[in-house]
């Protein structure tokens, strides 16, 4: 059986045009069981999750591919680089807050990695 996170993955982000509130309580720890436990919904309000590499041309080889698939999704996650690691932060600036789609890009993140 695949893990969970691999359905998300599959699908595309959706933007968000506002008048929506963001995803809250059990419906929110749902999705969050649907991503590697690695991203962390910090305040409930963004998704974070530091990546590590062996050296700076590997960790912004990622970078790229992140920029490559946000700009592809639509979705435009913080990227933070430095010698061997990334940080991504990712929420829907739109609501200040997490939705579906912030999810699915994490998921989408993820298979980036493998």
Known sequence: MQP???DLAKKQC?????GVS???GAVLREFQAQVSAEWR?????H???EFI???FVSALAFTNRVGRLAEKQGHHPDIYLAWGKVRVN???HKINGLTE???ILAAKIDRLKH
């Open 90 to 92: 990712i929420w829907t």
């Open 41 to 45: 919904a910090v305040r409930g309000h």
């Open 101 to 103: 789609s912030d999810f």
């Open 53 to 55: 590499f062996e050296n």
């Open 47 to 49: 998704l974070e999750k």
């Open 22 to 24: 963001p995803l809250k």
């Open 4 to 6: 969970r996170h691999c």
């Open 14 to 18: 959706v933007p968000c045009r506002g």
